[in-house]
Structures are given as structure tokens and as C-alpha cells.
């Protein structure tokens, strides 16, 4: 599962399943840990995507499962 964090360190998505539907990206998941949801990215919304990434970023997402967890922040 994978969960997706807010700017102040809360959960505000779970991601449980990323599936194919034809041409579409179908995620699936929970928002706060509660509301069950169902996404789906399209080509279209890809290529945006995916205009989005610099070179920094792209090799930032590279290495990215190669880094340290950082510390949760305490409450």
C-alpha cells in the first residue's frame, strides 16, 4: 500500500491498486483513511503529466527509492 502525505506529515491518501482498464489507469484507494475512491487517468492527463517533469526532477525520481525514510514529524 502506498500512502500519500499532506504538507503537514498527515495520511491523506492510501493507495491500495493501480489497474488497467483499456487505455486507462485505474487507482484505487482511500482518502483519509476512510473514503474508499476510484481514479481514472487517462492518456491525455499522462502526457500532461508528464510535461510537468524537469531533469532534476526526473533524476530526483530515479533515485528516489533509493533514499532514506525521513522522520515522521511529531505532534
Given at each position: 500500500m502506498i500512502k500519500l502525505y499532506g504538507p503537514d506529515k498527515r495520511e491523506m491518501m492510501q493507495v491500495a491498486s493501480l489497474e488497467r482498464d483499456g487505455s486507462v489507469l485505474v487507482v484505487k484507494g482511500k482518502i483519509f483513511g476512510t473514503m474508499p475512491m476510484t481514479a481514472r487517468l487517462?492518456?491525455?492527463?499522462?502526457r500532461a503529466a508528464l510535461k510537468m517533469?524537469?531533469?532534476r526532477l526526473i533524476v530526483f525520481l530515479i533515485t528516489l527509492p533509493f533514499r532514506r525514510r525521513v522522520a515522521p514529524l511529531k505532534s
Amino acid at each position: 500500500m502506498i500512502k500519500l502525505y499532506g504538507p503537514d506529515k498527515r495520511e491523506m491518501m492510501q493507495v491500495a491498486s493501480l489497474e488497467r482498464d483499456g487505455s486507462v489507469l485505474v487507482v484505487k484507494g482511500k482518502i483519509f483513511g476512510t473514503m474508499p475512491m476510484t481514479a481514472r487517468l487517462n492518456p491525455e492527463d499522462v502526457r500532461a503529466a508528464l510535461k510537468m517533469l524537469t531533469p532534476r526532477l526526473i533524476v530526483f525520481l530515479i533515485t528516489l527509492p533509493f533514499r532514506r525514510r525521513v522522520a515522521p514529524l511529531k505532534s
